[in-house]
């Protein structure tokens, strides 16, 4: 490979602390050589080919840290090959997968099974995690030394919780001995069993059974309260409403380490989007009110919420096309992460600076990966991205297999151009 | 002998019946006073229409029915449309048939109305974006319940001559109701002050944000009431520890003639039925032919589905 040059893209690393107009060299393996102002026209050689990035913002490959991919077991649904395609096509170079499969990847053999697999077929980076509890049934924790020697970064239930508290402080007892990630769906089942939506006036008209916000609330107080007597890396998966945020404020402020995430879909709609009965828009946790949207909102600019995910979960037509409380839950989103986050740097919620934090650096650090800056010497992963042009979401031309976006026919500014991996050209739009 | 006017061939109403939410004031007048006309060609010897002769329509029961069930066929026949009931049950969904297959096999029928009941709220919705025809909501999930509201309001208007200014009490199973729900919006919208009353853990949450009254009392909710409405207190329900037992709700919410003083002189009972006799009501108020209006809902249930069918119908 040769030496590639970029220049006078928009650089924003926040690993470094940078925005700037300015430029990147990858060398030949494919590594950062040099990045910021100092590359510029006047110091690259003159023959070398260079692309020219005027009005374009470069930043590191997006890592999206909840992706459900399929394989093993949905593959009708989604496979490697077409998450990575849709994944690259929105910026994102490396996922957390989520091992929620058939059979679910709770055990050793099973790690070789999706790392080969991801090796062979996967164009982007996968991380698997694996799950908490065996089969993922709440009750007897999986073997975290062994799993993590063969590659897991995290542990979780995905869409499930871990409901008993003797089980919950083991695990955490358990894995900070080990330095093991926990990442839990807060979830009380008790309070969410056979309910969907926000409860409120939403589920109240439709006569859909809701689940209260302190389903979520009583799971999180919980975890934190094991988490002071067991100190482990926690991490909150996704959080839906204000009172949780309030929660976590609360416990960030004594000083106790953890972190959490959030969807750009709770980021980006609220239980009004729901309409009349549209399926897409079930997900879990639910879209709450809009209150509870701009409370998220405001956690991410604090700081409180440390990574936005999509959340990416495909869904087939005949999960989706039945009566809401039978349908699925979920939503595509990973092609569209990244785009429907600058809208809330172009309503003026968020900072650019801090949007792009949330996808690249924080799950980076979260997961201790060596990913998601542009430091000299690390992979060129990059997403290099128009800000301000507009388009319109049609599923039609999504490449996820599933179509289930709950953005559905939404008008979106800002587009990914280019992708590359590791300093190779993995995605153009042109 | 009423004036039945013929089919019109402008339809002024919209293209189904899928809740009270959808429906304009407008439309509402429209169907109770269609309705109205029924009542007395009901009441006459010869029942027998031919406004609907050659159309077909479908009665397709996801949940079991008796009196929802029987009203619907009853009006089709009496309309002259050729019906056809079918109770779906589970046996269908056991197959791993989904409602939309269901519907789309009918729909090649031709069928020119289909009335639906489902356990799950938004079922009708879903159906209606499917079939080629009208579809009728006769009971999804928790929801609505339009045409028992529409039939409750033509029961009320029949015996106190209005609806508007009227204090009416909803009593019951409230969370759990789609009747209560539907009856909220219809009587809301005609202009009613309504109450609801129910124990906090059979009330929805936000069901002041609907535009009623809620009281966990039944003092002071009934207080000054021209009409009370008892719902049924579903046995189910006492396994979900929402009640500790069905002595104690009928101690607080079951309604007495003692209770009922506490409502205006002329007060009237209505129930959606079937009624749970010393669980939510008296015994002796069920068959008080002075104060019960049970029979006359179910009479005027009828006439309330004739005209929806006769307006709605493609």
Redesign the interface.
């Known amino acids: 490979m040769k030496e590639k040059y970029f220049i006078n893209a928009r650089i924003i690393d926040p690993s470094q602390n940078l925005d700037e107009i300015g430029g990147i060299i990858i060398d030949e393996k494919g590594k950062v050589k040099a990045v910021g102002k100092a590359v510029n026209k006047s110091n690259v050689p003159s023959k070398a080919e260079k692309i020219d990035l005027k009005g374009k913002v470069l930043i590191p490959g997006i890592i999206d840290m909840k992706v459900f991919i399929g394989e093993p077991g949905f593959e009708y649904k989604e496979n490697f090959r077409s998450l990575s395609n849709a994944a690259l096509s929105g910026g994102v170079t490396s996922v957390v997968s989520m091992p929620n499969t058939s059979p679910v990847i709770d055990n050793v053999s099973m790690v070789d099974f999706i790392l080969r697999r991801g090796r062979d077929k996967a164009g982007i980076n996968i991380y698997p995690s694996a799950t908490l509890t065996r089969n993922m049934d709440g009750k007897l924790m999986t073997e975290f030394g062994l799993l993590s020697k063969k590659g897991i970064v995290g542990f979780t239930d995905a869409t499930k919780t871990v409901q008993n508290s003797e089980i919950m402080s083991r695990i955490m007892n358990y894995a900070s001995d080990l330095d093991v990630l926990v990442m839990q769906h807060p979830e009380d089942h008790e309070l969410s069993k056979g309910r969907c939506i926000s409860e409120g006036e939403v589920s109240t008209r439709l006569g859909l059974q809701g689940i209260p916000y302190i389903a979520e609330k009583i799971i999180i107080e919980r975890d934190l309260s094991l988490l002071e007597e067991y100190p482990c890396r926690y991490h909150i998966s996704q959080l839906s409403s204000s009172k949780s945020v309030d929660v976590i404020k609360k416990y960030k402020k004594n000083g106790l380490k953890f972190s959490a995430g959030v969807s750009i879909n709770n980021l980006s709609l609220n239980e009004n989007d729901i309409g009349d009965f549209k399926t897409f828009m079930k997900v879990s946790p639910p879209l709450r009110k809009e209150e509870d949207r701009k409370a998220l909102v405001q956690g991410v600019k604090d700081g409180l919420i440390d990574v936005i995910v999509s959340d990416h979960k495909p869904e087939d037509e005949e999960s989706k096309r039945l009566p809401f409380a039978q349908a699925a839950e979920g939503s595509i989103g990973i092609e569209t992460l990244l785009s429907l986050a600058l809208e809330l740097y172009h309503n003026d919620s968020l900072p650019l600076k801090k949007i792009i934090e949330t996808i690249t650096y924080n799950p980076a650090k979260i997961l201790k990966i060596n990913k998601g800056s542009l430091k000299k010497g690390s992979d060129a992963d990059l997403c290099i991205f128009d800000l301000d042009q507009p388009w319109k979401v049609d599923v039609s031309k999504l490449k996820s297999k599933s179509k289930n976006a709950a953005i559905e026919n939404r008008k979106l500014q800002g587009k990914v151009l280019m992708t590359y991996l590791k300093g190779e050209s993995v995605f153009n739009l042109q | 002998m009423a004036v039945i006017k013929k089919l019109s061939a402008v339809k002024e109403v919209q293209e189904h019946l899928l809740g009270i ?1 959808n429906l304009s004031i407008q439309e509402a007048n429209l169907i109770l006073s269609e309705a109205k006309n029924f009542i007395k060609l009901n009441r006459s010897a010869s029942k027998k229409l031919d406004l609907l002769r050659g159309k077909t329509q479908i009665n397709l029961f996801f949940e079991p029915s008796t009196r929802t069930q029987s009203s619907f066929e009853l009006a089709g026949k009496r309309l002259g449309a050729d019906v056809m009931t079918m109770n779906v049950g589970n046996s269908s969904l056991k197959k791993g048939e ?3 297959d269901t519907a789309m096999s009918l729909n090649a029928m031709h069928p020119d109305i289909i009335v639906v009941r ?1 356990q ?4 009708p ?2 159906l209606s974006q499917k079939v080629n025809c009208a579809v009728i909501n006769a009971g ?5 319940h339009p045409t028992q509201a529409l039939l409750d309001a033509l029961t009320i208007i029949n015996r106190k001559g209005k609806i508007e200014g009227l204090k009416i009490a909803i009593c019951g199973d409230i969370l759990h109701s ?1 009747v209560a ?1 539907s009856n909220i919006y219809l009587l809301n919208m005609l202009g009613a002050e309504v109450n609801v009353i129910a124990p906090k853990t059979l009330m ?4 002041n ?2 535009g009623v009254k809620s009281f966990t009392n039944m003092k002071e909710g009934l207080k000054s009431c021209d009409i009370v409405m008892m719902l049924r207190l579903q046995n189910e329900r006492m396994h979900g520890s929402f009640l500790p037992s069905k002595r104690e709700y009928y101690e607080y919410f079951g309604l007495t003639p003692d209770k009922l003083k506490f409502a205006k002189k002329d007060a009237l009972l209505m129930h959606p039925g079937p009624m749970n006799r010393g669980v939510e009501i008296d015994t002796r108020l069920a068959d008080d032919i002075n104060v019960s209006l049970v029979k006359e809902q179910v009479e005027l249930g009828v006439a309330v589905r004739m005209a929806c069918l006769k307006l709605y119908c493609k």
């Not at chain 2, 999804?140 to 609505?144: H, I, P, Q």
């Not at chain 2, 929805?204 to 069901?207: D, I």
Request: no cysteine; charged share 30%; hydrophobic share 30%.
């Open positions: 939410q989904t409602i939309l489902h799950d709220s938004g079922a919705n879903l999804d999930g928790l929801r609505e789609r729900r929805p949450t936000s069901v944000k609907l």
